[in-house]
């Protein structure tokens, strides 16, 4: 085959020529060219340029459609994942109004009431002076007492606007609450806090043990304790512990709670909070909801089911759950299981990466699944195989498992938006 002939070819191969126009080309060369057998090649070739043209021209159209299915997942998957922060910031809007309204109607009758008080001990103060009485010793002890009790009323208005304005001091104190469960398989537990963190951790004792560690600001101390009375509610029996952090409070008043479990017994957690992380220790676990606004979730225990969830913030799971949830809205997914069993993880972040570690078992495949707009894709396994490797103009999309013919998998699908993805051994 003479170089002409390769060259008219290879630009039909480019799509830089038609199949009607090649032919011509190469009926040209053939009569200047009476030695080369075009007559036996060019039927051949051509009809192999015309296959090979129309394959890739569907593999294009495929490639194409994949990766419009993969942007329409994607853009559900954003929408999903906005709508929710959007659910959120909305209740949070809601319950922000809700906290200034308590606060403005809570201050202003105490305010009216406090002003009433002290009217009440001026009038007192100035009707015991007004006491026609020619004892000087009665007269100054008259006079001590009106200044003891307008210092002490005055000192009262000041708290109570010291607190109304943000004035005064800051306090802080701990509360302390045991229990003991028994007479269940699964204890339940639910803590919804505001403003606050939360935390769970182990403990040896039978008992289990609540601390609640308040601040706010106020204009004494003990005005700070009694308007910190109703910052929480707490329920518990046998079987059960629920606590309430009241929505009324501002930013300037936090609660934060610490709980110790009896390790020997296993919970199914419910723990959300606002403004605060989440935090949960080495824990028998049977099923665990954690979420959280402006704030990280971080759980180190294994459970039957998981779902953890963030906005503003990162996911990190040191541990195993058969069926795991994790979303994040502006915040990263790191997962490390040194020892996984047969199960799902699905991950979604939007604005961040997802790093997941595990330890492979000889006996356990594993399917993954990663796929991102912006960033990234890679795997690291043992004995991969390469299912699917799309690199496309806007994202990319793997997809590999394990060789052999185990009967028990892990599938795990991981999606960004906008942050690479890896999956890689311990």
């Known amino acids: 085959m003479s170089e002409e002939t390769k060259m008219v070819l290879q630009m039909l191969s480019d799509g830089k020529i038609s199949a009607d126009q090649a032919a011509n080309l190469l009926q ?6 009476p030695k080369i057998e075009a007559q036996m090649i060019m039927p051949n070739n051509l009809d192999d340029l015309r296959e090979k043209t129309r394959r890739a ?10 990766a419009r299915e993969e942007m329409h997942e994607v853009k559900q998957a954003t929408r999903e994942a906005m709508r929710e922060a959007k659910e959120r910031l909305k209740e949070e809007k809601e319950a922000l109004r809700e906290r200034l309204r ?39 002890a008259f006079q001590h007492t009106v200044i003891r009790k307008s210092s002490y009323a005055l000192g009262k208005l000041g708290s109570v606007l010291g607190g109304l304005w943000g004035l005064g001091h800051t306090y802080s104190w701990e509360d302390t609450k045991k229990g003991q469960f028994k007479g269940a398989d699964v204890y339940k537990i639910a803590i919804h806090g505001v403003n606050g963190r939360i935390t769970v951790e182990p403990t040896d004792s039978e008992e289990w043990e609540l601390a609640a560690t308040k601040s706010l600001t106020a204009g004494s101390e003990a005005e700070a304790k009694r308007l ?25 008043r936090t609660v934060h709670f610490h709980l110790r479990l009896p390790a020997g017994l296993k919970y199914d957690l419910e723990l959300r909070s606002t403004n605060g992380s989440v935090q949960v220790g080495s824990i028998n676990v049977s099923a665990l909801r954690a979420a959280t606004t ?17 906005i503003n913030g990162r996911v990190e799971l040191r541990g195993y759950a058969a069926k795991l949830h994790c979303r994040t809205v502006n915040g990263r997914i790191a997962v490390d299981c ?39 894709v890679s795997s690291e396994l043992k004995d991969q195989q390469v299912l699917t490797d799309e690199r496309r103009a806007v994202g990319r999309k793997l997809s590999v498992q394990t060789r052999g013919e185990q009967k028990q998998w892990l599938s795990i699908t991981a999606r960004s938006v906008h942050g690479p993805i890896n999956l890689s051994q311990l």
Request: without cysteine.
């Open 57 to 66: 021209r569907q593999q294009a159209k495929d490639a194409s459609r994949a």
């Open 228 to 252: 910190a009375e109703d910052m929480y509610s707490l329920e518990e029996n046998t079987r059960s512990l629920v606590v309430h952090a009241k929505k009324v409070f501002g930013q300037s």
């Open 102 to 140: 308590g606060i403005r109607e809570s201050h202003q009758e105490e305010l009216e009431t406090r002003v009433e008080q002290l009217e009440g001990e001026l009038e007192n103060s100035l009707a015991v002076l007004e006491k026609d009485d020619n004892d000087d010793e009665d007269e100054q």
């Open 28 to 33: 040209a060369l053939s009569a200047a060219s």
């Open 294 to 310: 402006n704030g990280k979730v971080v759980v180190e225990s294994d459970a039957r089911e998981m779902e953890l969830t963030s």
């Open 338 to 376: 040194s020892a996984p069993q047969p199960g799902v993880m699905d991950l979604t972040t939007v604005n961040g990466g997802i790093m997941v570690r595990i330890t492979q078992a000889p006996a356990l495949g594993v399917r993954f699944i990663g796929s991102t707009v912006s960033g990234g």
